[in-house]
Nanobody
Framework: VQLQASGGGLVQAGGSLRLSCAAS????????MYWFRQTPGKEREFVAG????????FYADSVKGRFTISRDNAKNTMYLQMNRLKPEDTAVYYC??????????????????WGQGTLVTVSS
C-alpha cells in the first residue's frame, strides 16, 4: 500500500498549486483522507480533510477560503487546490488516510497510512 503525494514546488506569494495524493495497493473509498503540513521543528498540523463523500469536508482556519480539498474515488486520488498562497504556507505537505472521519485531527490520531510528503515553497 502506498500514498504518493505530488505537485509541490516553488511559487510566488499569491500564486496557486495543486497537490495530488494517489493511493495504490488498496481502495480507500471508505476512508477519510487528509492533508497535513509540517515545518522544521514543529508537529505536523492539520490542513484539510474529506470524508468518504463530499458531505464531510473540513479545513484549518488558516487555509479556509483559499484551499479546496477534493477526491476522485474512481482514481483513488485526493487533491488539494491551493490558491492565494502565502509565505507562511511553506511546508512539507503530507497526505494520510484513516478509517475515521475527523474534523480537526492531530498527527497522533489513528491514521492507517501516510504519504512521503511534497515540499511547497512560497516566496514573498
Amino acid at each position: 500500500v502506498q500514498l504518493q503525494a505530488s505537485g509541490g514546488g516553488l511559487v510566488q506569494a499569491g500564486g496557486s498549486l495543486r497537490l495530488s495524493c494517489a493511493a495504490s495497493g488498496r481502495n480507500f473509498n471508505n476512508y477519510g483522507m487528509y492533508w497535513f503540513r509540517q515545518t522544521p521543528g514543529k508537529e505536523r498540523e492539520f490542513v484539510a480533510g474529506i470524508g468518504r463523500t463530499t458531505s464531510f469536508i473540513f479545513y484549518a482556519d488558516s487555509v479556509k477560503g483559499r484551499f479546496t480539498i477534493s477526491r476522485d474515488n474512481a482514481k483513488n486520488t485526493m487533491y488539494l487546490q491551493m490558491n492565494r498562497l502565502k509565505p507562511e504556507d511553506t511546508a512539507v505537505y503530507y497526505c494520510a488516510v484513516s478509517r475515521n472521519v475527523y474534523a480537526q485531527p492531530r498527527e497522533s490520531y489513528d491514521f492507517s497510512y501516510w504519504g512521503q510528503g511534497t515540499l511547497v515553497t512560497v516566496s514573498s
